[in-house]
């Protein structure tokens, strides 16, 4: 499975950005995708997930502020980052979890700055 991330960029207190991952390869249901981040000198954690079902996820810290959704027809995952802060800055990684494996996009940076 290959994961192609888009969207990242630099956005003022506030803004909107919308991050997209196209999957290929040997998709199989059921199946998670979602979304990561990686701030400087901090750990890898969970930003939003959604099954293949539909279910979602959040972490606390985006709650109300993020959505993330999906269109299985075209395998792809959405995360739509409304009101950022400067502290959303991070590198953020798409992931595709199925059982027994887990697959990484590469990373997209998002930049929360005046």
């Known amino acids: 499975v290959q994961l192609q991330a888009f969207g990242g960029g630099l956005v003022q207190p506030g803004g909107s950005l919308r991050l997209s991952c196209a999957a290929s390869?040997?998709?199989?249901?059921?199946?998670?995708m979602g979304w990561y981040r990686q701030g400087a000198g901090a750990q890898r954690e969970l930003v939003a997930g959604?099954?293949?079902?539909?279910?979602?996820n959040y972490a606390d810290s985006v709650k109300g502020r993020f959505t993330i959704s999906r269109d299985n027809a075209k395998n792809t995952v959405y995360l739509q980052m409304n009101s950022l802060k400067p502290e959303d800055t991070a590198v953020y990684y798409c992931?595709?979890?199925?059982?027994?494996?887990?697959?990484w996009g590469q990373g997209t940076l998002v930049t929360v700055s005046s």
């Open positions: 390869g040997s998709i199989i249901s059921p199946n998670t």
């Open positions: 959604i099954t293949s079902a539909g279910g979602t």
């Open positions: 992931n595709y979890k199925r059982p027994l494996a887990t697959y």
